[in-house]
DNA sequence: CCCTTATTCAACCATGAGGTTGCATAAGGG
DNA sequence: CCCTTATGCAACCTCATGGTTGAATAAGGG
């Protein structure tokens, strides 16, 4: 998982820690409070976590024996700058008849015949 | 992965897909023209294909021998929703000290002592 | 009909991810 | 000091994933 943005999706692919992140929008926790609903071990929650750490998408102090798990925002961002690029872009060829002229986009297709695609139908 | 937010995160945590994904924003195209920048086998693209088309990222026509790919939009908003949530829950807390009050969220327990919390330092 | 092109399916292999258990470490609290 | 609490690390198991190759299917084209 060499770049950022695969490891945070990659992170978020997961339900649990996707819950995770719900609950520390609404406040730091700690592992084993963080663990309590779930039924998996302690352990398995402390992988999650490692996980959202490696991806930046949590930040952790150390309290005493406990180490209070805190959600970061700017990870987002990066996400949602992703996202949205593609998303505009999709959004406009679906509005136009741009897909009927993407079919021909690529090559010329010098003898396929490039009126071949509007018998898509 | 029962649900679209799971097949949706995990489709694009893998580099290929994502590539894909961008290279789809430029207009459709089909499995071969796909597979042509990457090493990998002809097979292996149209597997990851298989992936996005499942989390609803690509739909397919039918066009001859051919299935060109489009990349479809809606299931971008679904990620922007779910990210969008959290991203500004993680900003408040962020500009603010909440994360210090946040230590003791889990009990209110107003006579334990509020300030122990003030050793976090 | 047979051949070519485009795509998928099936079987297989290697790796990684998520889970478990058991032990080690860190940090107070009698 | 020993005990308890909170957490991390290591070894292990199982299954999903990404890759491979080889054959099958779909759709034209000579």
Known sequence: ??????AVFAALADPVRRDIVARLAGGDA??????KPYQISVQAVSKHLKVLETAGLVSRRRDAQR???????EVFDLMTKWIERYRRAA??????LDAVLA???TEPSPNTGPDH?????
């Open 1 to 6: 998982m060499t770049d950022r943005l695969t």
């Open 30 to 35: 700690t592992v084993n409070e963080l663990a």
């Open 67 to 73: 180490r209070p798990c805190h959600l970061e925002a």
């Open 91 to 96: 959004e406009e060829r679906h509005s136009r």
């Open 103 to 105: 079919c021909m986009h």
């Open 117 to 121: 695609t509007g018998a898509a139908s």
